[in-house]
Structure formats: structure tokens, C-alpha cells
């Protein structure tokens, strides 16, 4: 795990409290100009010191696989990947029953995180 070191260092740094901070006033925060990897760092730093979820929702099933593994090196003990499928929105389209159960287990894993 990498990351991890990195992550646990950052978590001290009063950059970090002042990111966390300006993620309190204004409830968002956004990452612009920086790589997935910079992204991913933030992030995993605020999610990790402040003990919440995150969620990171990409435009593409292979961009949700970098992201996945990118996290993974970062050091979250549990990554979720919310199964879906290459279909357009506006395009006919019968969902597969282990898609559906896929979701459907990812929602109630989360709908029941607090009880862990």
C-alpha cells in the first residue's frame, strides 16, 4: 500500500485542516486541475480523518475499474463497484438479473454501514 504512508501523513498536516475547514463553511468541495492520482489523495486524506464514506462516481465502467484500484493502494479496506452496463440512457434496455442483484447488494451494504 503506497499510498497509505502518504494518506497517514496528510491526515496531520494543517493543510488538511484547513481543506477540512473550507469542506465544513461551504459543504463541497471541488477538485479541479488535478490528476485521478491528486484527486484520490485529497480525498482519501478528508474521508479517511474525518472516519466517513466516499463515493466517486466515474463516467465509464473502465475509468470506475481505475478508480477502484487506485483506492485500493490508498488503503480503504472496502471498495464497492456499482455494477452497471455500457447502455445509453435513451436506448432500450432490459437489465440483467445479477446487474439488479449486484445494485441491490451495494445499496443495502451501504444502507447498512453504521451497523458494522
Known amino acids: 500500500m503506497p499510498f497509505s ?7 496531520r498536516s494543517p493543510l488538511t485542516d ?13 477538485l479541479s486541475g488535478l490528476s485521478r492520482v491528486g484527486k484520490g489523495i485529497v480525498s482519501s486524506t478528508l474521508s479517511q480523518k474525518q472516519e466517513r464514506l466516499m463515493l466517486v462516481i466515474a463516467a465509464t465502467i473502465e475509468e470506475a475499474g481505475r478508480w477502484s484500484v487506485q483506492l485500493e493502494t490508498m488503503g480503504w479496506q472496502t471498495v464497492h ?7 445509453l440512457p435513451y436506448e432500450p434496455y432490459a437489465p440483467e438479473s445479477e446487474i439488479i442483484w449486484g445494485q441491490m447488494q451495494i445499496l443495502a451494504d451501504l444502507v447498512n454501514w453504521d451497523e458494522r
Open 81 to 87: 463497484f456499482y455494477p452497471t452496463s455500457d447502455v
Open 18 to 30: 484547513e481543506l477540512e475547514s473550507k469542506l465544513a463553511r461551504s459543504h463541497q468541495l471541488t
Open 5 to 11: 504512508s502518504v494518506i497517514r501523513s496528510l491526515i
